[in-house]
C-alpha cells in the first residue's frame, strides 16, 4: 500500500548509458515531481507534470527526459549518463494547488 | 543562490527536552512553510505546515513558529524523543517559484 513508489531502489552504471527510473502514486494526485539530491545534499526540483503535462522544467540537461504516461505514473529517462549525474532521485506528488507534496523512498543513482 | 537556509547542519538534545530547528527564508514571496523529517535511505516525510498568514501552527509534540518580518521560522519538538532523530528539511513555495528546500539539518536525540 505504498503511496509513492519508485524503481529501482539503486542503479549503478557506467558513463554513457541510458537509464530509466520509473515513479507510481496511488494517492489520486494530479501532479508529479522530480528532485535531485546532489553530493551538498540539497533536494531540487527538476520537472513538474500535472495531468500529464509539463508545467515546471528547472533547466535540467536535455539528456533528461521525463515521460507521464498517466496521472499515476512520472517516468525520468536519462541519456548519455555522466560522473555528475550520481546523486539520489525523488519522485513526489501533490494535488494540484495543494503544497503538500509526498515523496518516494529515492533511487540512488551511482555512474562509474 | 540559497533562497532557503538552515544554517546548523546538526543538533544534539536530550531525550525529554526541547529541540529548536531554525529555518531563514530570503524570497519575500514565499507564503507557504513546510517541515519534512528524513530517515536514511527513505525519502522525505511531510511533518508541518504553516501559511504566512499565521504565526503559529501546532501538531501535537511539533509546533512551527513564523516570524515574516525576520524571514525566519522554527520548528520545536516538545518532549524529543528518540524516534525524532532524523534530517529535518524546511521547505518553502509561493508566488511562481516551486517549493525550495534547505539544506537540512540532523537531529539527534540522545536518550
Known amino acids: 500500500d505504498t503511496a509513492v513508489s519508485q524503481t529501482p531502489k539503486y542503479l549503478v552504471t557506467q558513463m554513457g548509458n541510458d537509464k530509466s527510473i520509473k515513479c507510481e502514486q496511488n494517492?489520486?494526485?494530479?501532479?508529479m515531481y522530480w528532485y535531485k539530491q546532489d553530493s551538498k545534499k540539497f533536494l531540487k526540483i527538476m520537472f513538474s507534470?500535472?495531468?500529464?503535462?509539463?508545467?515546471i522544467n528547472e533547466t535540467v540537461p536535455n539528456r533528461f527526459s521525463p515521460k507521464s504516461p498517466d496521472k499515476a505514473h512520472l517516468n525520468l529517462h536519462i541519456n548519455s549518463l555522466e560522473l555528475g549525474d550520481s546523486a539520489v532521485y525523488f519522485c513526489?506528488?501533490?494535488?494540484?494547488?495543494?503544497?503538500?507534496?509526498?515523496f518516494g523512498p529515492g533511487t540512488r543513482l551511482l555512474v562509474l | 543562490d540559497q533562497q532557503v537556509k538552515q544554517n546548523s547542519p546538526s543538533l544534539s538534545v536530550q531525550e525529554g527536552r526541547i529541540s529548536i530547528l531554525n529555518c531563514d527564508y530570503t524570497?519575500?514571496?514565499?507564503?507557504?512553510f513546510l517541515w519534512y523529517k528524513k530517515y536514511p535511505a527513505e525519502g522525505p516525510t511531510f511533518l508541518i505546515s504553516?501559511?504566512?498568514?499565521?504565526d503559529k501552527n501546532e501538531d501535537g509534540r511539533f509546533t512551527v513558529f513564523l516570524n515574516k518580518s525576520a524571514k525566519h521560522l522554527s520548528l520545536h519538538i516538545v518532549p524529543s524523543q528518540p524516534g525524532d532523530s532524523a534530517v529535518y528539511f524546511c521547505?518553502?513555495?509561493?508566488?511562481?517559484?516551486?517549493?525550495?528546500f534547505g539544506k537540512g539539518t540532523r537531529l539527534s536525540v540522545i536518550a
Open positions: 513526489a506528488s501533490s494535488q494540484f494547488g495543494r503544497e503538500t507534496q509526498y
Open positions: 494517492l489520486g494526485h494530479d501532479t
Open positions: 507534470y500535472n495531468n500529464k503535462e509539463l508545467i
Open positions: 524570497n519575500s514571496m514565499f507564503d507557504y
Open positions: 504553516i501559511s504566512s498568514i499565521k
Open positions: 521547505a518553502a513555495s509561493g508566488g511562481n517559484t516551486p517549493l525550495v
